[in-house]
C-alpha cells in the first residue's frame, strides 16, 4: 500500500512537465519579441510573468495533489 | 514532516485554539500600522527627507501599476490592492527575515484573502455596471456557457487561493529538506530564490490577477 501511496504521489507531481514546457514556450517567445521590439519591454514582461503564473498554477496542483495524497490516504 | 503543521500556540476561553499563523499575522500587522503610522509623519512639501522621497517613489509605482491595469476612475480600490501587496510581500519574505514560519503557508489564511478578492471582485462589477447587467453577464454571448461563467465566480479565488499556498508550501518543504541534508552556507542563495524572489513574485501577481479579475468584470 505504502509502495502504490508513493507512486501516486509521483504520478500527480508529472504535471510539472507541462507547466515546464508552457513556461519555456512562453519564455522563448518573450525573448524574440523583446529581441525585435525593445522599447515594448515593460508590456512584454507583464504579460510574461501573468502567463507564467497562470501555467505554473497546473504544476502547482499537481503538488497539492500529491500532498493530499500522501497525507490523507496513509 | 512536523514543520509542516500549523501548530496551536494558546487557547482562548470562547474562541478556541488559536494557530501560529494568525500570531505572525498579528505580528505583520502590529509592524505595518507602526510602520505607516511613523513614517507618515513630517510629511513636507518643500524640502522632503530620504525617507519621505522613497516611500513616494514606492507608492508612485504601486499607484501607476494599479492605474495601468484598472484606470484612473477606480482609483477607490487601489488602497486595498497595495495593502494586500504590502501584507502579502511582509508576509512570504518574513521566513528568512524574522525566523517565523511564513502565514500564507497556511492553507486558511490565503483562502481567506482570496474570499476577499472574490468579493471585492464581484462588488467592483455591481458598482460598475448595476446589478442587472451583473446577473446578466452570465450569459453573456451564448446562455450555453451560464454554468461555466458561474463556475469561474468561485474558480477564480480558488485558484488565486490554491497558487499563493501551494507556491509558498512548495518552497518551505524545499528549504526545509535542504537545510536537513546540507545545513551550512548552501541554503543562504537558495533562499533569496525561493523566500525573497518568489515570495514578492506572488504577492505582485495575487494583486496583479485580482485586479485583471475586477478590471474584466468592469468591462
Not at chain 1, 32 to 57: N, W, Y
Not at chain 2, 4 to 31: D, R, Y
Not at chain 2, 60 to 81: M, V
Not at chain 2, 194 to 199: A, E, K, R, T
Request: charged letters at 15%; aromatic letters at 10%; one cysteine or more.
Amino acid at each position: 500500500m505504502e509502495t502504490l501511496i508513493a507512486i501516486g504521489a509521483g504520478i500527480a507531481v508529472l504535471t510539472g512537465i507541462g507547466a515546464g514546457i508552457g513556461i519555456g514556450l512562453a519564455t522563448a517567445k518573450a525573448t524574440e519579441a523583446i529581441a525585435r521590439q525593445p522599447e515594448a519591454e515593460g508590456k512584454i514582461s507583464k504579460t510574461l510573468i501573468l502567463g507564467c503564473a497562470l501555467a505554473e498554477a497546473t504544476a502547482i496542483y499537481g503538488f497539492i495533489i500529491g500532498l493530499l495524497i500522501i497525507f490523507f490516504l496513509q | 514532516m512536523e514543520e509542516l503543521n500549523c501548530e496551536t500556540v494558546f487557547t482562548l476561553p470562547v474562541i478556541g485554539g488559536i494557530s501560529e499563523s494568525v500570531v505572525v499575522t498579528w505580528i505583520i500587522m502590529a509592524v505595518l500600522v507602526l510602520l505607516s503610522v511613523i513614517l507618515v509623519r513630517n510629511l513636507r512639501v518643500e524640502n522632503p527627507g530620504k525617507v519621505q522621497l522613497a516611500l513616494e517613489a514606492a507608492i508612485g509605482w504601486a499607484q501607476d501599476f494599479f492605474e495601468g491595469i484598472l484606470g484612473k476612475e477606480n482609483r477607490r480600490y487601489f488602497p486595498y490592492l497595495i495593502t494586500v501587496l504590502l501584507f502579502l510581500g511582509a508576509s512570504n519574505t518574513i521566513a528568512p527575515l524574522c525566523g517565523f514560519k511564513p502565514p500564507t503557508k497556511d492553507l486558511n489564511v490565503t483562502a481567506a484573502l482570496a474570499v476577499m478578492s472574490m468579493c471585492l471582485i464581484e462588488y467592483s462589477g455591481i458598482r460598475k455596471n448595476g446589478l442587472k447587467h451583473w446577473a446578466k453577464h452570465f450569459a453573456q454571448p451564448v446562455p450555453v456557457v451560464a454554468p461555466i461563467m458561474i463556475l469561474e465566480v468561485v474558480i477564480r479565488p480558488l485558484s488565486l487561493c490554491m497558487r499563493l499556498f501551494g507556491n509558498m508550501l512548495a518552497g518551505f518543504v524545499v528549504m526545509e529538506l535542504l537545510k536537513t541534508v546540507v545545513p551550512v552556507l548552501v541554503p543562504i542563495p537558495v533562499s533569496f530564490y525561493f523566500d525573497i524572489f518568489d515570495g514578492l513574485l506572488q504577492a505582485y501577481v495575487f494583486v496583479f490577477l485580482t485586479a485583471l479579475f475586477m478590471n474584466e468584470e468592469m468591462e
